[in-house]
């Protein structure tokens, strides 16, 4: 078992995102996300980093627009009402093309709703909750390790297309302890190699000597034609992330199940509870796990659903989100069945063996 | 192998943490273990509880709905998760704090005064390690070894004197089950 430790989910990515070289994290509490600003405050100064608790959500995600404009790595993280108060920055992280990491420790909503766990922010992550044409790449953790493991994921995909970054956990999987495997921490040389890559668009001292050109980082382009050139060069960034930063997991997907799932993070896991023991009744059920839930595998789903295929279930903890897409990968081909859990309770897998077995 | 596990009392009692030395254990031992808290407004006297699984293989859900063992800490919590207790299961009781206890037909009881022997003992904090004690001895979750190096490495430097006291608190609990 190596190194394993037993760690909070809230704690283990907060330190897998000072394992890949995050220095400055700028945050406001809330419950059920605190353990990670807590771990924070607690580890950022022993490697010489920042942690600043700032004085709103909105301030925290203005200081992460400055320290992505200088091409660090930067994160911040929330819980879903907290979340929603950083959508505006989020949209200009996007507009300026800062690489950066937001995570999503999400909570029953709307409003302040409860502390408990929910998936009620997906269409807020993956469609947008910011004004304007863009888009995030999400991440949808289902475990304390790769909770853990998204983490230095993140900062590579914000860094290789120059976008923010979501990881769309919930508040079971923040509080959850769970065996969690680290990396090596990156050197301090690595973290200043990781910084000058974007020495060509970021601002950064004047280490050139003479001739040295000043970077800006903005949002605003007045003239429409500018502006039309700048969100048609997004969209082109955001089929290749769409092109190669699809990822799923196949659970018992196979040539002869009668039953399909699909369903994301904490979700999936009560799933795969249920149709492991619906299977050991010799029943054929599959689960399709998105990882990504932006870009979102449609075609993946879509090659699941052949001929023996009788339908497909959702399962959401919220009234209905996810399934919208995956109705777009199944393009009307079978029935696509929805069960959701709202209110920050989690379902039961006995409850999710009642919905399929009213199908058998 | 899978067992599930809901340890349950007010505020205090170390319920919580009945989980995580039972969890960190597994673990040690090689096993796959999940910890899940009820980490909402919880009411004074009422049922703080943590959800543990200990597995031979992934675990799916860390939810459970049916647990095979529950420790009681007080009576809320003897109310709330002992009809959900598998067939064959084992429930812990802490006597004081659980003036009814009816038994159900299928279950393994050990009721105990954990207050009052944890007194004798010297401390009450060590109320939970007796419940610990109690599991150690009647199934194979986790070894009494692998729990004392655990705590040893923990407390030695820190707390000599309660290092000793828990390990007192563990035996005990294994006495009385048997």
């Not at chain 2, 049922?47 to 200990?54: E, P, Y």
């Not at chain 2, 812990?92 to 299928?106: H, M, Q």
């Not at chain 2, 954990?114 to 007194?119: A, E, Q, T």
């Amino acid at each position: 078992m190596g190194n394993k430790v037993l760690m909070k989910g809230n704690e283990a990515v907060a330190e897998a995102a000072i394992r890949s070289g995050c220095r400055l994290y700028f945050a406001y509490p809330i419950t059920p996300q605190s353990e990670l600003i807590e771990y924070m405050a607690k580890m950022m100064p022993k490697v010489k980093g920042t942690f600043l608790q700032a004085e709103s959500e909105v301030a925290a995600i203005n200081m992460v627009y400055g320290a992505a404009g200088m091409g660090k790595r930067v994160m911040t993280s929330s819980s879903s009402p907290g979340i929603s108060l950083k959508m505006e920055g989020i949209s200009y992280l996007a507009g300026a093309r800062l690489p950066a990491v937001i995570i999503n420790v999400q909570r029953g909503g709307p409003g302040l709703g409860d502390i408990q766990p929910a998936q009620g922010d997906y269409f807020q992550a993956t469609k947008g909750g910011g004004h304007g044409d863009y888009r995030l790449i999400v991440l949808a953790p289902s475990s304390v390790q790769e909770f853990a493991d998204m983490a230095s994921d993140s900062f590579d995909l914000a860094d290789k297309y120059r976008v923010p970054v979501m990881i769309l956990s919930d508040g079971l999987l923040g509080q959850m302890m769970e065996p969690v495997e680290f990396k090596e921490y990156k050197t301090d040389k690595e973290i200043e190699e990781l910084g000058k890559q974007h020495y060509d668009w970021c601002i950064h001292t004047n280490e050139d000597g003479k001739g040295h050109h000043h970077n800006e980082i903005n949002s605003l382009e007045i003239d429409p034609n500018v502006l039309e050139r700048h969100v048609l060069n997004l969209e082109q960034i955001y089929k290749e992330i769409e092109k190669n930063e699809v990822k799923h997991e196949e659970y018992n997907i196979n040539d002869n199940n009668e039953f399909v799932c699909v369903a994301f993070g904490t979700a999936a896991r009560i799933v795969k509870s249920a149709i492991d023991d619906l299977n050991a009744e010799g029943r054929n059920i599959g689960l399709i796990r998105p990882i990504t839930v932006w870009p979102y595998p449609y075609k993946e789903i879509a090659k699941t659903i052949h001929g023996n295929v009788k339908r497909v279930f959702v399962f959401e903890l919220n009234l209905g989100q996810m399934v919208e897409d995956v109705k777009l990968a199944v393009n009307g081909k079978v029935p696509v069945e929805f069960m959701g859990k709202v209110g920050g309770l989690v379902f039961t897998p006995e409850e999710i063996k009642e919905k399929i077995k009213a199908y058998l | 192998m899978k067992s599930e596990m809901i340890f349950s009392g007010f505020g205090g009692q170390g319920a919580l943490a009945i989980g995580k030395f039972i969890a960190q254990s597994a673990m040690s031992e090689g096993k796959n273990v999940s910890w899940l808290p009820s980490y909402g407004p919880e009411m004074r006297g009422g049922t703080a509880n943590v959800s543990v699984v200990v597995s031979d293989t992934e675990i799916a859900s860390p939810v459970v709905s049916f647990p095979h063992i529950m420790v009681a800490l007080n009576q809320p919590s003897l109310d709330k998760f002992g009809p959900s207790v598998k067939a064959n299961g084992l429930i812990v009781v802490n006597e004081d704090l659980c003036p009814n206890v009816v038994k159900r037909d299928g279950v393994d009881y050990v009721v105990a005064p954990l207050n009052k022997i944890s007194k004798e003992i010297g401390d009450d904090k060590v109320l939970n390690m007796i419940a610990i004690g109690i599991i150690i001895e009647k199934t194979n979750i986790i070894k009494y070894d692998t729990l004392a190096d655990h705590l040893t490495s923990f407390l030695k430097d820190r707390n000599a004197e309660l290092l000793a006291l828990n390990l007192e608190a563990i035996k005990k609990g294994m006495e009385l089950a048997r």
